[in-house]
Antibody, heavy 122, light 108 residues
Framework: QVQMVQSEAEVKKPGASVKVSCKAS????????ISWVRQAPGQGLEWMGW????????NYAQNLQGRVTMTTDTSTSTAYMELRSLRSDDTAVYYC???????????????WGQGTLVSVSS | DIQMTQFPSSLSASVGDRVTITCRAS??????LNWYQQKPGKAPKLLIY????LESGVPSRFSGSGSGTDFSLTISSLQPEDFATYYYC?????????FGQGTKLEIK
């Protein structure tokens, strides 16, 4: 079965960087895109961006451009999301999500990791 | 960016009730609309895709409808496990793949 297993919680100071990992299993890693979604405490879901493990193409949310980098390591079926210049409002649970195309052309966020809490505090 | 507006933001209902949550897109997104359910402390779960298709394993009391800019999620007969839960719409028409702000379903 498909599993997305994320790294453990992190505590960072403002200005620092964090790199969250997401190890995929149960499918061919390069076949599906991976999105990252975050959720601040008590808030809704925010799509951060997407990466194609096959091509390495990325697409980032405008408000994170310049601070976020998404990468993959196909040899270990692992996706990474690095966020730099952390601020207190980056405190959130970060999810990696494997996409699916249940109907051709219609992309869904189908397989979610368990989430990684990143806390930013001085 | 496409803005997704959900209403109501919260909803109180009883077991057995029929409820509808509405989602409006700021532009035409055809049927590129998904619905997710999120329980406290858990990752979201896909319920409905392509506006009206039921994800495998999701109970048939959940249904989706709409196209263009106006969409709805209906739960035909609320069950106890449907409460204390947030429901989110999300457009997959283009990037950024924006979400609605969520609707919290509470027991009356």
């Amino acid at each position: 079965q498909v599993q997305m297993v994320q790294s453990e919680a992190e505590v960072k100071k403002p200005g620092a960087s964090v790199k969250v990992s997401c190890k995929a299993s149960g499918y061919t890693f390069t076949t599906y895109g991976i999105s990252w979604v975050r959720q601040a405490p008590g808030q809704g879901l925010e799509w951060m961006g997407w990466i194609s493990p096959y091509y390495g193409d990325t697409n980032y949310a405008q408000n994170l451009q310049g601070r976020v980098t998404m990468t993959t390591d196909t040899s270990t079926s692992t996706a990474y999301m690095e966020l730099r210049s952390l601020r207190s409002d980056d405190t959130a649970v970060y999810y990696c999500v494997r996409e699916a195309e249940l109907v051709r052309g219609f992309v869904t966020l189908s397989y979610w990791g368990q989430g990684t809490l990143v806390s930013v505090s001085s | 960016d496409i803005q997704m507006t959900q209403f109501p933001s919260s909803l109180s209902a009883s077991v057995g009730d029929r409820v509808t949550i509405t989602c409006r897109a700021s532009q035409n997104i055809n049927s590129y609309l998904n619905w997710y359910q999120q329980k406290p402390g858990k990752a979201p779960k896909l319920l409905i895709y392509a506006a009206s298709s039921l994800e495998s394993g999701v109970p048939s009391r959940f249904s989706g409808s709409g196209s263009g800019t106006d969409f709805s999620l209906t739960i035909s007969s609320l069950q106890p496990e449907d409460f204390a839960t947030y429901y989110y719409c999300q457009q997959s028409y283009n990037t950024p793949r924006t979400f609605g702000q969520g609707t919290k379903l509470e027991i009356k």
